[in-house]
Nanobody
Framework: QVQLAESGGGLVQAGGSLRLSCAASGRAFGDFAMGWFRQAPGKEREFLAG??????AYADYVKGRFTISRDNVKNTVYLEMNSLKAEDTAVYSC???????????????WGQGTQVTVSS
């Protein structure tokens, strides 16, 4: 089992950047595929990016703007977001799964989420 806690959300102007962090505690962090999702008001939750020892995966709509990384010493995964747009406004959540498949299907572990608001 793993516990996740996000931080780094806030208000940013369009075109700006923000870095989200997700600190993990519990089982061996390195065993998990880690990722980020978001959910905007009235919309379904959507996968953004995932990372495991074998590599990274990104949703097409964030490729080139968002970068996921992890620090297995600090047990933390990051999401660097650049060129932010008003439509990026959402609650961003960190997730963990034993496999990338489990991560993407949402059946793993979740953090509480952090609000990101992009003003236009």
């Amino acid at each position: 089992q793993v516990q996740l806690a996000e931080s780094g959300g806030g208000l940013v102007q369009a075109g700006g950047s923000l870095r989200l962090s997700c600190a993990a505690s519990g089982r061996a962090f390195g065993d998990f595929a880690m990722g980020w999702f978001r959910q905007a008001p009235g919309k379904e939750r959507e996968f953004l990016a995932g990372i495991r020892w074998s590599g990274t995966a990104y949703a097409d709509y964030v490729k080139g703007r968002f970068t996921i990384s992890r620090d297995n010493v600090k047990n933390t995964v990051y999401l660097e977001m650049n060129s932010l747009k008003a439509e990026d406004t959402a609650v961003y959540s960190c997730a963990a799964g034993y496999t990338m498949t489990q991560l993407k299907d949402g059946s793993g572990y979740w953090g509480q989420g952090t609000q990101v608001t992009v003003s236009s």
